[in-house]
């Protein structure tokens, strides 16, 4: 219809393999904040020393603060671990539930405004930037916060909204809203959002140079439509 209007694909087609069965269960408490610690010498060019890191960054407060409280609410220990989460919350910035299951080696970068709900599950290695909500998408019940597989980037202000299921090695754009399920390897941007690469992983995201999608359309078809004026002038 469009001749040459490039297609575009939604997140999630059903052919697609997807993430592995979710993660039930988690490392051993120690284990996983000693990685939570370490990766952020990988990963921020501004960590300098080990002091600055345990006493300046909110993200290894908010995941130790979770791993704590999420221990506590698989022992069904009422109101102490939700207590907890919102203490977390009111230092660091960060709304992680107590009921979120969290993997190890998770870097949450600067993280002022991120929400994690009670049914997300986050896989190992990830990075998240600040204002990400992993987040349901109504009042339903059961299972109905995002699924992230490993080593999955989720940019600055970006919304994963829905029981979704996110493959590893992902990569999410920045003020992307995701709203299907994405496969393994692929970059996501846009909203709502788009794959735009199947390039595999170890392909940097550039969140400085993310594609306009919706603007490549609109002006795919405003050169569509002088063309098709052009041709139409020439009729007469």
């Given amino acids: 219809m469009f001749g040459s209007l490039p297609v575009r694909e939604r997140c999630g087609s059903p052919t697609e393999?997807?993430?592995?069965a979710p993660r039930t269960s988690q490392p051993n408490l120690f284990q996983s904040l000693w990685q939570d610690f370490q990766i952020i010498f990988e990963r921020d060019p501004a960590a300098r020393n080990w002091l600055e890191v345990i006493c300046c960054y909110p993200g290894l407060h908010a995941l130790a603060v979770h791993r704590i409280s999420h221990g506590l609410w698989h022992r069904q220990i009422p109101f102490v671990p939700r207590f907890l989460s919102h203490i977390g919350r009111l230092f660091t910035g960060i709304e992680i539930h107590p009921g979120a299951t969290i993997g190890q080696g998770v870097f949450i970068d600067h993280g002022m405004g991120v929400v994690i709900g009670e049914t997300a599950i986050i896989g190992d290695y990830c990075l998240?930037?600040?204002?990400?909500?992993?987040?349901?998408?109504?009042?339903?019940?059961?299972?109905?916060?995002?699924?992230?597989?490993?080593?999955?980037?989720?940019?600055?202000?970006?919304?994963?909204?829905?029981?979704l299921e996110i493959g590893n090695h992902v990569r999410i754009g920045a003020g992307s809203i995701?709203?299907?399920?994405?496969?393994?390897?692929?970059?996501?941007?846009?909203?709502?959002?788009?794959?735009?690469?199947?390039?595999?992983?170890?392909?940097?995201?550039?969140h400085g140079k993310l594609p306009d999608v919706e603007g490549q359309i609109i002006r795919t078809l405003f050169d569509r439509i002088e063309e098709l004026e052009q041709k139409i002038q020439k009729l007469h």
């Avoid at 393999?17 to 592995?20: A, E, G, K, P, W």
């Avoid at 990400?132 to 019940?141: A, D, S």
């Fill in 17 to 20: 393999t997807l993430i592995s």
């Fill in 128 to 163: 998240i930037y600040q204002n990400v909500t992993l987040g349901g998408t109504g009042k339903e019940l059961g299972k109905r916060h995002p699924t992230l597989g490993d080593h999955v980037i989720v940019g600055a202000g970006a919304k994963v909204l829905g029981n």
């Fill in 178 to 206: 995701v709203l299907r399920s994405v496969p393994n390897d692929c970059t996501v941007v846009g909203v709502p959002g788009r794959i735009i690469s199947r390039s595999g992983r170890g392909c940097p995201l550039e």
